[in-house]
């Protein structure tokens, strides 16, 4: 009996009931719906300002996608999952304040530290804020079945709270070198956030493609309860999967600190809208068990190049919020007529 019952739950638990051929195909296609688009801002730029194909902006724009491109990934990892977490947006920023406040010294500085451990724990100690702001979410969505929206929503509210009362208002600019190190050094005439941003993305894809745990991220986001009677451990995969993307919004405050030489008292703020539409505009599924990391990758890369044709092309930034929501409003309607999903 045992038999007959493994194979139905099994394909139950796979991400899309569509055919082994025809799927992978229509996913490959979609992976690189945006290269066009992207291809076309490349143009419009060009038009707008010849400064938009030299060098210095182009980088520019790479290295400003890549503290966006990791929260974007830790976001895509938690909507595959079928969970979504709202606070990445304050972890990156309270988790650089809550290190350096461990470490930096109590007196002769703008920002007065505890002094309790020595500077090189920094950025151990942020991605470790990271992981247990994560591991908490988990806790909350996971073991006391609360809201996952409201549960992350709560968090966000409280975690910016606390970087404000840390670091009382004010922007942190006594950052060490060890800490700013990622965040401003250039490896082959590349900024390393750049490198350290493609590498996570392409060990992500590789994770989900081809590794076991990674795979299953589709199933769960697709039906969890298949999933676990195929005999995945649901609460513990999508725990750690949280933790990640702690870890995650942890690293791109690290990248973000060395590349502007500052925590900002209001770094991260608002950037959860730009986190989704990056991601719902790359073919991230909000309902779970759907997209790619390249997808999400070309998402960062295509909100990243609208804003800086608008930039060029003289748009004052103030505009950048309605636009983001445009984005996502536009990829919703088009993913719900394409998908033929009700987006409930």
């Known amino acids: 009996m045992t038999g007959t019952a493994s194979p139905p739950a099994t394909e139950a638990a796979r991400p899309a009931p569509a055919g082994p051929h025809h799927r992978p195909g229509l996913a490959r296609w979609r992976d690189f719906s945006l290269i066009p688009v992207i291809f076309v801002l490349g143009v419009i730029g060009f038009i707008v300002s010849p400064a938009f194909l030299t060098r210095d902006n182009l980088v520019g724009v790479i290295q400003q996608s890549t503290e966006l491109g990791l929260l974007v990934l830790g976001e895509a990892l938690i909507l595959i999952s079928g969970r979504m977490d709202l606070s990445l947006e304050s972890t990156i920023g309270l988790a650089p304040v809550l290190a350096l406040w461990l470490v930096m010294p109590a007196h002769g500085s703008r920002f007065a530290g505890l002094e309790l451990l020595p500077t090189w724990t920094a950025i151990p100690l942020c991605l470790a804020v990271g992981a247990a702001v994560g591991a908490t979410n988990g806790f909350l969505i ?3 079945r609360v809201n996952g929206f409201i549960a992350t929503l709560g968090m966000l509210t409280m975690l910016r709270g606390l970087q404000v009362g840390i670091s009382e208002g004010r922007s942190l600019v006594d950052v060490p070198d060890s800490f700013a190190y ?13 490198w350290i941003c493609l590498a996570l993305f392409a060990l992500g894809g590789a994770a989900l493609g081809y590794f076991r745990h990674g795979r299953a991220l589709y199933a769960i986001g697709g039906n969890p309860e298949a999933a676990r009677a195929a005999g995945i451990r649901v609460d513990r995969i999508t725990w750690i999967v949280l933790a990640i993307g702690g870890v995650l919004a ?3 405050g690290i990248l973000y600190t060395g590349h ?3 925590v900002s008292a209001g770094q991260g703020n608002g950037w959860i809208f730009q986190v989704f539409a990056a991601a719902v505009i790359g073919g991230i599924g909000l309902k779970g068990g759907r997209g790619t990391l390249f997808g999400a990758l070309t998402g960062v890369l295509t909100l990243q190049l609208v804003i800086n044709v608008m930039t060029l092309g003289g748009v004052p930034p103030l505009w950048t919020q309605f636009l983001n929501g445009m984005i996502i409003i536009v990829a919703l309607v088009v993913s719900r007529y394409t998908s033929g999903e009700k987006q409930d």
Do not use: C, M, S
């Open 182 to 194: 990622l965040g401003r050094a250039d490896w082959l005439g590349v900024p390393a956030a750049v």
């Open 250 to 252: 942890a690293f791109a």
């Open 260 to 262: 502007y030489g500052a």
């Open 142 to 144: 996971l073991a006391l």
